[in-house]
């Protein structure tokens, strides 16, 4: 069924994702601060362009956004051109941004009371996910409003899952962080293992990658990481957002989480080594160019 769809967000992973609901014969109204990646969307999908966040979720049914953290977000939102200045009773708004569980509980509230909906939904899968429409999406909010906006998430989507109230996607997406921050700094100190003994890396990683040390991260990256390769994938900038998040949660719930304090001060290493915009399995290097200090 088609919907009255507006998207707040263009980047890496909202411009393909917008174009994904315009292909599938919703009635997309997108909106992007700088207005030239709008309108190069247009001309691509074909759709409508709006001035602000405001005007594109004016009459639609569900809103999207995808922007960069909470201040990002809450601009986009409650500014004073922000969809909740527009957003119709009844809509749902639906936030992929990556973002704490407390600005979702806040969103929620805001669309509650204008009688409209909220669900956290942040994604997994980076940019090729987004571009192939393969996207995991962990959602927080009303059972209804996500069967509602699971419809039409479903084409950009591999898997969506209802995890509890607004609040639980990000959540979900913050266990989902500290897991793979762990898998990347053992994957790492692995392969610098394995080099410091003189061992073919190729070879150690076909050996051992089919049992209980393989992962995604081995599967998807040792090659790149053994050719120095890191101008690609998830940017340690973005982690580091993630990683903040997660900490600040784990202080609120009480978690201990020492390995994975630890890992954001190596990712703070990476970002003073120029790798801010690297990918994550750039913790190798770190450990690298810190053996040719010593
Ligand atoms: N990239 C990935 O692999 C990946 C994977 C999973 C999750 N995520 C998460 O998805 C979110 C988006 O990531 P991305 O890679 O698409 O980021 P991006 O390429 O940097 O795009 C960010 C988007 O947000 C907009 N934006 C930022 N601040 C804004 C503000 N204050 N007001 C209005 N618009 C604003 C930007 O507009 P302009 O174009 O005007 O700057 C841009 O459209 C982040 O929360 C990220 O952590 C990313």
Redesign the pocket.
């Known amino acids: 069924m088609s919907r009255k769809v507006a998207f707040i967000?263009?980047?890496?992973?909202?411009y393909p994702m917008a174009g994904h609901l315009q292909n599938a014969g919703h009635q997309v109204t997108v909106y992007?601060?700088?207005a030239a990646?709008a309108q190069r969307w247009q001309q691509q999908y074909g759709g409508s362009t709006a001035a602000t966040p405001a005007a594109a979720a004016a009459d639609a049914e569900f809103v999207f956004t995808?922007?960069?953290?909470d201040?990002?977000l809450r601009?986009?939102t409650l500014g004073n051109e922000g969809i909740l200045q527009t957003l119709p009773a009844d809509a749902v708004l639906v936030d992929?941004?990556?973002?704490s569980a407390e600005v979702a509980r806040e969103l929620a509230a805001a669309c509650a009371q204008r009688g409209a909906h909220f669900v956290d939904a942040?994604?997994?899968g980076?940019?090729q996910g987004a571009e192939n429409g393969q996207l995991t999406i962990m959602c927080g909010g009303e059972p209804d409003a996500f069967d509602r906006a699971r419809e039409v998430m479903d084409c950009y989507a591999r898997a969506i899952t209802l995890m509890g109230p607004a609040g639980s996607g990000q959540l979900t997406k913050m266990v989902n962080q500290i897991c793979v921050a762990g898998v990347l700094q053992g994957l790492a100190e692995g392969m610098s293992f394995a080099e410091h003994a003189g061992l073919d890396l190729h070879k150690v990683i076909a050996a051992i990658s089919q049992g209980a040390a393989g992962s995604w991260q081995m599967s998807n990256r040792h090659a790149t990481m053994i050719a120095g390769e890191y101008e690609h994938g998830?940017?340690v900038d973005?982690m580091r957002?993630?990683l903040d998040i997660c900490l600040r949660e784990a202080q609120r719930n009480g978690t201990d989480l020492s390995i994975t304090r630890q890992i954001n001060q190596f990712y703070r290493e990476v970002q003073a080594m120029g790798g801010g915009r690297w990918d994550t399995s750039s913790l190798y290097k770190r450990l690298q160019d810190s053996k040719t200090l010593h």
């Not at 967000?9 to 909202?14: C, D, E, K, N, Q």
């Not at 995808?66 to 953290?69: F, R, T």
Request: proline share 3%; glycine share 16%.
């Open positions: 967000g263009l980047g890496v992973m909202g992007n601060r700088n990646k995808c922007v960069g953290n201040d990002d601009a986009v992929h941004t990556t973002a942040p994604v997994s980076g940019q998830f940017a973005w957002k993630d």
